[in-house]
Nanobody, 119 residues
Framework: QVQVVESGGGLVHPGGSLRLSCAAS????????MGWYRQPPGKQRELVAE??????????EYPDSVKGRFTISRDNAKNTMYLQMDALKPADTAVYYC??????????WGQGTQVTVSS
């Protein structure tokens, strides 16, 4: 059974940093792409960043507010994807979800990890 599990969320002051992790129960090389989504309170879930199996990243079309502050990466040897978040703002407060896409299967989602940016 394929599972993806997020960790690394928490409470941080504005300007601080967090690194989220998404650990998969299978080789992440089997996923065509993986991504981070977030859902702020009372709002819809939105894509933050995405990375392909080749390691290509793209930020275009995603929230301008995270460009230059968030970095997505993956470590195939550890079957883990990361989201480095720097210069955090209160507007970044949300539940962050890991998503993984494998051909022929519905998208895999984690349970989410809460990120709260507050002074």
């Amino acid at each position: 059974q394929v599972q993806v599990v997020e960790s690394g969320g928490g409470l941080v002051h504005p300007g601080g940093s967090l690194r989220l992790s998404c650990a998969a129960s299978v080789s992440i090389s089997s996923f065509a792409r993986m991504g981070w989504y977030r859902q702020p309170p009372g709002k819809q879930r939105e894509l933050v960043a995405e990375i392909t199996s080749s390691g290509s990243t793209k930020y275009t079309e995603y929230p301008d507010s995270v460009k230059g502050r968030f970095t997505i990466s993956r470590d195939n040897a550890k079957n883990t994807m990361y989201l480095q978040m720097d210069a955090l703002k209160p507007a970044d407060t949300a539940v962050y979800y890991c998503n993984a896409i494998r051909g022929g299967y519905p998208p895999f989602w984690g349970q989410g990890t809460q990120v709260t940016v507050s002074s």
